[in-house]
């Protein structure tokens, strides 16, 4: 969220939302900051010995509602959809346009991947700082122009830090959630390729900026800390999530904690984005909500936005995945520029109507209820139930997808491929079943010496998205079966995808040699002689065939 703070303090009886407990807990950070204290002792056994429904779920059950609560507050009221219809609906149409762009262009995909990357820190460090001006203003604490700009700084110079370590050379970023699969095949996040010589100067300045300003601001409000600890607070949420861990992953600090090793940092950032993000989210907009005329209660809330942000998660899968004709599946970048799509989305209308001026700042500030009133069309009444309906639909669909597709994973890790299919199979009556899955799935089977069931899978996998190492499997399943043709065919198509694949020349000039072919199977063998020179066992065919191609008359 992006704020502005332009009001005067408040009594002291409008200290907190929701009181000194949950505030602390949901919106300071307190909740994330205990589960890191845990983990800093815990952190390998808990991450071996969680269940595997675990992150999906809780994933499923903050995340999911926090892009809900946005839709939710946008889209329900006409007048909100009034207000924001640059928003609501051009740069929705735009974004919509770009994903659809992105799922036929892996460069647009990537691109779309990229920039999710790169603003989704951002969009966190500007929640933590709305979030505490909004406290310190609410517990009476003047903030004068100077002490606004050394806590705006503060967060700003360490999202630069966090830009910076993202975009090095050869950079993976180190934040994407495991939400989205970002080893697709065909989409990837790009990182800018700063070179280390530039990026660590940069790097460390931002960092020791970033330090010293909030030490400033501390130093110059430390006689009222006790309005001001919610927002230092805040500051440490600020370090745990970003500051800390990419600091010692940029400085190669070498350690043995498990919870800030870098080594496990994607894994650390979903307990980030959906225990400490999502909640904070779902902890502001429900008591903005609570002030509105149309409140239905928690339950009914809660409810609501899950069904919100369910429609606006799972649907677009059914839309523009394989089931409608779309190009990819779902973890070859379907899931990665869907999901890229609605956080960006999310990220726009979020900075457009969290702003603390005007009648938002009224509310969140003092405490007076928003002036929302507004009368449905009759084209709206009719639409609001098909609305809701086809979001009802999405929490369907998305619970298929976090407990079907997981235990389907499960069931690979326990190498038990026919209940793994079974799940699959219940993912692929909507078409989002999942390419690398179904090869997996077809190994099993392989290994199990279910040669033609195997085969099924490995070639579901090839119709979802087409990959050289299912080709590889694809073409031993037919060499177990002496259909040599058919292997040719599939080392063929892979070397079509990855032509440096050395074993895929020698596996196919064998082929050729079944075949009777032995002046091209020479030739293969010799590529793939050239492409891995101190390979022995590349080396002994290649004499072999050599041989075999020499005597023959």
Request: aromatic share 12%; charged share 15%; glycine share 10%.
């Amino acid at each position: 969220m992006r704020y502005c703070a332009v009001v005067q303090s408040t009594a002291s009886s409008n200290r907190w939302l929701y009181g000194a407990v949950p505030d602390l807990l949901l919106g300071c950070g307190v909740l994330y900051m205990i589960v890191f204290v845990v983990l800093l002792f815990a952190g390998e056994s808990v991450r071996t010995s969680q269940p595997i429904l675990l992150i999906p779920l809780l994933g499923l059950l903050t995340a999911t509602p926090h892009y809900g609560a946005t839709l939710l507050r946008v889209y329900n009221n006409r007048r909100e959809r009034r207000s924001y219809a640059v928003f609501s609906v051009w740069i929705t149409l735009a974004l919509i346009g770009a994903g659809f762009l992105g799922l036929h262009d892996p460069w647009v995909g990537s691109l779309l991947v990229t920039v999710f990357i790169t603003w989704s820190p951002w969009h966190y460090t500007g929640q933590n700082y709305g979030i505490a001006v909004m406290l310190l203003r609410r517990r009476g604490v003047e903030v004068t122009p100077t002490d606004r700009r050394l806590l705006y700084w503060a967060f700003v110079l360490s999202y630069v830090f966090v830009f910076l370590v993202m975009h090095v050379s050869n950079g993976d970023g180190g934040i994407a959630p495991t939400t989205f699969d970002y080893t697709a095949t065909k989409v990837a996040f790009l990182p800018l390729g700063i070179p280390p010589s530039v990026s660590g100067p940069l790097a460390a300045a931002a960092l020791l900026g970033s330090v010293v300003l909030f030490g400033a601001f501390s130093v110059r409000n430390g006689a009222s800390w006790r309005g001001v600890y919610p927002a230092g607070l805040l500051v440490v949420t600020q370090a745990l999530w970003f500051m800390l861990p990419l600091a010692i992953k940029q400085f190669g600090v070498h350690t043995s904690v498990d919870s800030i090793d870098p080594d496990n940092r994607i894994y650390y950032q979903t307990w980030i984005a959906f225990l400490g993000h999502s909640t904070q989210y779902l902890w502001i907009t429900s008591w903005y909500a609570r002030r509105t005329p149309e409140w239905p209660g928690f339950t009914g809330y809660y409810a609501r936005v899950l069904a919100a942000g369910a429609g606006a998660t799972a649907l677009p899968l059914l839309i523009f995945g394989p089931f409608a004709g779309g190009s990819l599946s779902l973890d070859a970048g379907l899931l990665s520029v869907c999901g890229s799509i609605l956080n960006l989305h999310h990220f726009i209308l979020d900075g457009a109507i969290w702003k603390l001026r005007g009648r938002i700042g009224q509310v969140l500030i003092r405490n007076q209820p928003p002036d929302l009133a507004s009368s449905p069309t009759r084209f709206g009444l009719l639409l609001r139930p098909l609305v809701w309906t086809a979001c009802a639909c999405g929490i369907g669909i998305e619970a298929l997808l976090v407990f079907g597709g997981t235990q389907a994973t499960h069931a690979i890790q326990e190498h038990a491929p026919a209940a793994a299919k079974r799940n699959e199979d219940r993912l692929g009556w909507f078409g989002i079943d999942r390419s690398g899955t179904r090869r997996e799935i077809g190994v099993l089977f392989l290994r199990a010496g279910l040669v033609v069931e195997g085969r099924k899978e490995l070639l579901r996998s090839i119709d979802l998205d087409p990959s050289w190492n299912a080709y590889g499997l694809l073409a031993a399943s037919y060499e177990v079966d002496h259909n040599w043709r058919k292997a040719l065919e599939a080392y063929d198509a892979g070397l079509e995808l990855k032509p440096q694949q050395a074993q895929f020349w020698a596996g196919s000039a064998v082929v050729l040699e079944k075949l009777g072919r032995l002046e091209e199977a020479y030739k293969r063998i010799r590529r793939a002689s050239e492409l891995t020179p101190n390979n022995p066992a590349i080396r002994k065919q290649l004499i072999r065939i050599g041989a075999l191609h020499r005597s023959r008359p």
